[in-house]
Structures are given as C-alpha cells and as structure tokens.
Antibody, heavy 121, light 110 residues
Framework: QVELMESGGGLVKPGGSLRLSCAASGFDFSDSYMSWIRQAPGKGLEWLSFISNSGTTIYYADSVRGRFTISRDNAENSLWLQMNSLTVDDTAVYYC??????????????WGQGAQVTVSS | QSALTQPASVSGSPGQSITVSCTGTSSDIGGYDFVSWYQHHPGKAPKLLISDVSNRPSGVSDRFSGSKSGNTASLTISGLQAEDEADYYCTSYSKTFHVVFGGGTKLTVL
C-alpha cells in the first residue's frame, strides 16, 4: 500500500526555521521524482520544489528559492524540506507528492496527508 | 493570484453534468499536453483524476473526463453525485515556472 507521511510541522516564529520530513512506503522511492506542494489558508495549491530520483536535479518556485532546501535519502525512503527565514506567508499545509510522470512535472499520483506549518509571533 | 484561472465555484444537481474550465497561456497549457486535474476534500490528500489532459488513472470513475483547446483545459463530471462535492484543481507544466496550479474550483452538489 502506497503511503507518504509528512511530519515536522508546527508553530514557528517569523524568521525561524523548520524541517519537514516525508516518509515513503509501498512504492519504489529510489526511482521516484518528488515534489513539495503547499496550500495556504483559503488559497489554492502552490508547487514549491522538485527533486529528481537521484537528487541531482532540483527546482524551486520563486517564492521559496534561497530560503527552502529540498533533499532526499533513498536508503531511508525519505524526503525533506528545510525551511529557513520563514514568514507569515509561509503558513500553510505542506504536502509531499510523487511526480508520476518521471520528472516531466506533468502530474502527481501519490500525495501525503499534509503537515501544518504555522508562522506566527 | 494563481497562474491558471479557474472559476471560484460551480454547482449542479445530482445526475447532471458540470464542466470546470482552466485557462492559462501558450507557455503552459497551450504549449504542452501536461495538464492534470485533482479532487481535494478538505483535510484529505488531493487525488489525481486526470493526467496528460485526458488520461484517467486506474480506479478513477469514467464520470470524470478532461480535454484541452488552445490555452484552456476543461474537466467534465457527468452524473453528479453527492460525494463529488469537493475542490478541484488544474495544473500544468510551465516553461516559465515549472509547475503552475489553478486557484481551485469549489463544486457544490445541490
């Protein structure tokens, strides 16, 4: 059974940092291309970052480039998102998702349940 | 402001059909057949409904169908059911931004 489980969310002050984790199971994680996507309160979905199966190709949305870092460990079936210099606009539910199109960024077939990140003083 | 434009809401009665539009540009929807659609019930993981404009993944009801014309993609839901009430999102590969989402459409089943 395919499962993506995010963890590490919580309440953080503006300017602070947080590291989200995504534990994968039930599919070949090492052959999978992964992304982070978020949904702010009352807003739509926003793609944030992509990492190739080997970790050698990485993309970021303009809104997080320079502040967020995506990484993975295929031996641990794990994906991470290191988030620094957080602002209130980063308050959202964060999802990890698998790129089902093997790096074409065409569609996401597996999603986690999401992790809540709240940035507030 | 989302890169792709969707209507904020649509509604229909059980058994009817509805269509959700998703308008982009030649740099995303118009330039690639990489449009996908997702159903999102609040508090749950989004679910892939349509990939590559019109392909339905295994297990997705054939009441859901997708199409594209120029810079506009569409999701049609036929035979509306109460459980279809959810938020629907389109997304496309983008030459400029890698991936762009629509702002989402709330479907109300009357």
């Amino acid at each position: 059974q395919v499962e993506l489980m995010e963890s590490g969310g919580g309440l953080v002050k503006p300017g602070g940092s947080l590291r989200l984790s995504c534990a994968a199971s039930g599919f070949d994680f090492s052959d999978s291309y992964m992304s982070w996507i978020r949904q702010a309160p009352g807003k739509g979905l926003e793609w944030l970052s992509f990492i190739s199966n080997s970790g050698t190709t990485i993309y970021y949305a303009d809104s997080v480039r320079g502040r967020f870092t995506i990484s993975r460990d295929n031996a641990e079936n794990s994906l991470w998102l290191q988030m620094n210099s957080l602002t209130v606009d980063d308050t959202a539910v964060y999802y990890c998702a698998r790129d089902g199109s093997y790096g074409e960024l065409a569609w996401f077939d597996y999603w986690g349940q999401g992790a809540q990140v709240t940035v507030s003083s | 402001q989302s890169a792709l434009t969707q209507p904020a809401s649509v509604s229909g009665s059980p058994g009817q059909s509805i269509t959700v539009s998703c308008t982009g540009t030649s740099s995303d929807i118009g330039g690639y057949d990489f449009v996908s659609w997702y159903q999102h019930h609040p508090g749950k993981a989004p679910k892939l409904l349509i990939s590559d404009v019109s392909n339905r993944p295994s297990g997705v009801s054939d009441r859901f169908s997708g199409s594209k014309s120029g810079n506009t993609a569409s999701l049609t839901i036929s035979g509306l059911q109460a459980e279809d009430e959810a938020d629907y999102y389109c997304t496309s590969y983008s030459k400029t931004f890698h991936v762009v989402f629509g702002g989402g459409t709330k479907l109300t089943v009357l």
